[in-house]
Every structure is written in structure tokens, then in C-alpha cells.
């Protein structure tokens, strides 16, 4: 409960036995009336406005002096785990109950298991965000991300005239937007490029541009590349980022939980010791209540520690997380791959058609 509650309580009460008193008084003060108006009052009519008034105040106070109990009977317990905590801070308690250092232990792995899941997370879950390897992408158009690069290639092979080759340039889009990645980006201004070195080309000649060609196939190539890696981000968010973020918010929060007990189980039995201490008598001299009190308490303690560890102990040995990470490597992997393949194949298409690009500049400066 809000501690501003726990302090308005007693004023609360306060008040209430202050109206009790007020009752009571006005119930001995004598009513002065006439004969007609006595009996008035003693037809066998309703009770007067006053009586009622004063037995509605009474039932109210009871109600509440009754619900003021319930609640000081569930208030205490936090009550007096708040005060020994405080006690604890200002350095005015007596003697801490140890917690068991094979628990202590258990807490720490928890704790670095904890922060280990919240920095790895913070940094992976950027591929949740499409355009994480190019945040300028918010700078093409709407044309550009529109449509596919293998989509543009097939369209501009069928262009007869420059008119069509522009017309399939800002076509509309037969298919979802094209995605925001830094190799779908290098894939579109390839094309561009390659479009327009084509259509600078002057007309009736039979040679295509080398430099043409190379973008072109730089273009198809760098949007496989783009989907290699769409793919594997959408693995990693459904076998790693979904499998570490369930421990971190339902495993180790259960830990936490846990351990949260042991705490408060704690605080309540040094409370309940400190109120035996209090007394000052020594130990052999408590009150049977004030044994019981603690008794309980040190039952309570120790159930909590034998939860929390075997729960701190389950969340330490499950093979899950070690799981996920097997398969955020094994994405990677696989992306870096097939990135490797199509840029190789790629890169001897280019090398070939730089090769006659050679040759031909040669022949020419020889010729």
C-alpha cells in the first residue's frame, strides 16, 4: 500500500473517534418540546431526522473503524519491512540475517547473465530495422524504392526508344516497396547509372558501354546480396532476438521476482527480531509471542531462499540461450556466404568485360 496511506490512517482514525464523541454528546443533550410535539413523537411514526442521522454516523463509523483494522492487519507486515529497510540505510539497525553464500553466488551469475542479455539485445535488435546499414534511405524516391532492380532490368531490355526506357524507369510498382538496405540502395544507382550512360549513348550504335554493362550486373548482384541479408535478419529476430528476449523478460525476471522475496522475507524477520531486541531483554527472555513472531518469520526466510535458488538455478542451466546464439552466428554465416558467391561470380563478369574494354582501348591506340 502508498505510504501516504499508512501515514493518513491514524489521523483517519483520529477523526472518527472525534465524531464517535460528537454522537455521543448529542445524544445526552435533553430536547426540549411541547405536548403536542411529544406526541408527535410518540405516534408510531418514522424516527426523527436526528436519530436517523446520528445512527447512519454511527454504522459509518463502525464500517470504517472496522475496515481501518483489516487494513493496519495487511499494512503492518509491509510497514514494518519499509521502517527495518530505512533503518538499514541510515545505519541504525542491529545485526543482518546472512543469506547463504551459495546464494549470494547464484545472485551474482544472475545478475551477469542479466546484464549480458540487456547489452546483446540492445545492439541486435537492430535487425529489427530494415534500413539499419543505410539511414539515408529516407532520401530516395518514392520511384526509386518502388520497384525491383531485376524487374527494371527485364522492363529496359524491352525499351525500344528512349521514351520507353524512361517510361520503365518510373514505372509503378507491380510488387511491395523495394527494401531500404545499403545493398538494395549500391542496386538502384547502379541501374540508374547504367541507364544513363545507355541512354547518352549516341543512337545506331552498335556497341554497348562496358561501364553500362558492369553497373548493370553490379546491380542485379547487389540486390541478391540485399535479399541474402533480409533473410538473414528475419532469422535472427525469430531464433535469437524472440529466444533472448523471452529469458531476459520471462526467466530472469521470474529470478528477480524471486529474489525479491528472499528480501522481503529477510526484512520481515530482522523486523521481527529488532521488535524482540527492543524490549531489552536478552534472547532466553522473549515472549512467547515475540518467539512465534520469529519463528515465522525464519520460516518464511527460508522457504524463499529454497524457491528463488532452485528458480535462479533453473534460469542458470537451461541450454536456450546458448541455442539462440548458435543461431545468430549461423545467420551471419549463411549471409556472409552467399554474399561471397554472388559477388565472386560477379566480379569475374566484370573482370571479362573489362578485359575487352582493354583489349579494344589498345587495338584502338595501337590502330
Known amino acids: 500500500m502508498d505510504a501516504d496511506w499508512i501515514d493518513a490512517i491514524p489521523r483517519l482514525l483520529k477523526l472518527f473517534k ?6 455521543q454528546v448529542l445524544r445526552q443533550q435533553p430536547i426540549e418540546v411541547t405536548v403536542d410535539e411529544a406526541g408527535a413523537y410518540a405516534a408510531p411514526v418514522s424516527t426523527s431526522p436526528l436519530t436517523s442521522a446520528l445512527d447512519t454516523m454511527d454504522k459509518f463509523a463502525a464500517s470504517f473503524t472496522s475496515f481501518g483494522k483489516t487494513v493496519s492487519g495487511s499494512v503492518a507486515p509491509s510497514a514494518g519491512r519499509t521502517l527495518q529497510w530505512f533503518r538499514e540505510q541510515t545505519g541504525n539497525a542491529g545485526e543482518k540475517t546472512e543469506l547463504p553464500h551459495d546464494y549470494v553466488e547464484l545472485e551474482t551469475r544472475i545478475d551477469a547473465l542479466k546484464a549480458t542479455h540487456q547489452k546483446l539485445l540492445a545492439a541486435t535488435s537492430q535487425y529489427a530495422n530494415e534500413a539499419y546499414d543505410y539511414p539515408p534511405n529516407i532520401k530516395e524516391s518514392f520511384q526509386d524504392l518502388g520497384k525491383s532492380i531485376t524487374e527494371k532490368v527485364n522492363h529496359l531490355s524491352k525499351a525500344q526508344n528512349l521514351s520507353d526506357a524512361q517510361a520503365a524507369m518510373v514505372a509503378p510498382p507491380s510488387a511491395k516497396p523495394q527494401p531500404k538496405t ?3 540502395a ?11 550512360l545507355t541512354m547518352a549513348t549516341p543512337q545506331g550504335s552498335s556497341t554497348p558501354d562496358p561501364l553500362a554493362q558492369g553497373l548493370e550486373r553490379i546491380a542485379i548482384a547487389q540486390e541478391k546480396v540485399g535479399e541474402a541479408r533480409l533473410q538473414q535478419d528475419e532469422q535472427i529476430q525469430g531464433k535469437f532476438l524472440a529466444g533472448w528476449s523471452t529469458t531476459l523478460n520471462q526467466s530472469i525476471k521470474a529470478a528477480d521476482k524471486a529474489r525479491t522475496a528472499v528480501n522481503n522475507a529477510r526484512l520481515s524477520l530482522d523486523a521481527a527480531k529488532g521488535r524482540a531486541a527492543a524490549s531489552g531483554k536478552h534472547e532466553e527472555s522473549y515472549t512467547e509471542q515475540q518467539k512465534r513472531a520469529i519463528e515465522q518469520a525464519e520460516d518464511m526466510f527460508v522457504e524463499r531462499v529454497d524457491e528463488a535458488t532452485s528458480v535462479m538455478r533453473n534460469v542458470l542451466d537451461t541450454p536456450e540461450p546458448l541455442r539462440n546464439l548458435v543461431e545468430l552466428v549461423k545467420a551471419q554465416a549463411n549471409f556472409h556466404a552467399r554474399a561471397m558467391e ?4 560477379v566480379c569475374r563478369e566484370i573482370g571479362e568485360i573489362q578485359v575487352e574494354q582493354e583489349d579494344a582501348w589498345r587495338k584502338g591506340r595501337e590502330g
Open 18 to 23: 472525534y465524531a464517535n464523541y460528537l454522537i
Open 182 to 184: 545499403f545493398s538494395h
Open 186 to 196: 549500391i542496386a538502384r544507382a547502379s541501374l540508374a547509372g547504367s541507364q544513363n
Open 342 to 345: 554472388v559477388l565472386e561470380d
